[in-house]
């Protein structure tokens, strides 16, 4: 990418994610990965501060984070704000390219970790790995220690305690968003109202996410996972009983909380994907 490159962003995601046009979209993503390898030493342990009394080498400051901004932000020109002295969508962008940036900076501790240390092997110190040379010995030190190895174990676990995995592809969301409403709209077209229909849309997301599909004939909630027979058969109930009035839904318990079993985490956002012009 050339130096006075800009690229202009013409929509979002409704978590600040450029999605328009895909040129930009692409390099907004490639950007946000070579920024954050190019100006966090690997030797930083964490991405954000920790609750201990951690030394400022531990993880990303927030003067580290605004610098990373400033950088992306070089190259890319942000949808015009309603009201520039109360900007809405640098904020949001911001927030997203720096999650971008903390969840490609652990996969790319990640990689170095799988492909070298974990081996006893070193990398060549040359193109994308040049960069890391002076930091290498602290990143070795620090995977090896037991402190990150029960760190990693503690990861893990908590990893496979999670149920259900959404199966949306490579496109994520912004893809497979489309060819759920197709689904849809295919049986609406053939006179067959799809179960979904009137489905709330996290419950909908939730529904398909996990690899529900609806039947080409009857138009009904269909799946081969026998794990997921419990909580998509409660969800149904709970969406009927909600259209019915007897069940009233609200943030903290809504229908696929209900059926999940699972409280709503607290101080969490919840969002749902989209765009916004």
């Not at 979209?25 to 920024?35: L, R, T, V, W, Y």
């Not at 890391?132 to 893990?156: C, G, L, Q």
């Amino acid at each position: 990418m050339r130096k006075d490159e800009r690229f202009t962003i013409t929509a979002l995601a409704d978590d600040g994610l450029p999605i328009e046009p895909k040129r930009t979209k692409d390099a907004f993503s490639a950007q946000c990965g070579a920024i954050v390898r190019d100006n966090i030493p690997i030797s930083i342990k964490q991405w954000n501060k920790p609750k201990d009394d951690a030394p400022e080498g531990d993880y990303v400051t927030d003067r580290q984070k605004d610098d990373l901004w400033t950088a992306l932000k070089a190259n890319f020109t942000l949808p015009p704000e309603e009201d520039p002295n109360k900007p809405v969508i640098e904020p949001l962008v911001k927030a997203c390219a720096l999650k971008k940036m903390a969840d490609l900076f652990r996969r790319w501790k990640k990689e170095l970790k799988t492909k070298f240390v974990d081996k006893g092997e070193t990398p060549e110190f040359i193109g994308r790995f040049e960069k890391i040379r002076d930091h290498w010995p602290a990143f070795v030190a620090y995977k090896t220690s037991n402190k990150s190895k029960k760190m990693s174990e503690t990861n893990k676990n908590n990893a496979a305690k999670k149920q259900y995995h959404h199966h949306t592809g490579s496109g994520g969301y912004l893809k497979a968003r489309p060819l759920w409403d197709k689904a849809e709209k295919d049986l609406i077209a053939k006179g067959v109202e799809p179960e979904t229909l009137h489905w709330p849309d996290r419950s909908r997301t939730w529904f398909f996410g996990v690899g529900g599909t609806l039947d080409p004939e009857t138009g009904k909630c269909r799946w081969t996972d026998e794990q997921l027979a419990i909580p998509i058969t409660k969800l149904q109930k709970y969406i009927a009983a909600a259209q019915e009035g007897t069940f009233i839904p609200d943030r903290e318990k809504d229908e696929l909380t209900e059926a999940l079993g699972n409280a709503e985490h607290p101080g969490r956002t919840r969002g749902t994907p989209g765009s916004i012009p």
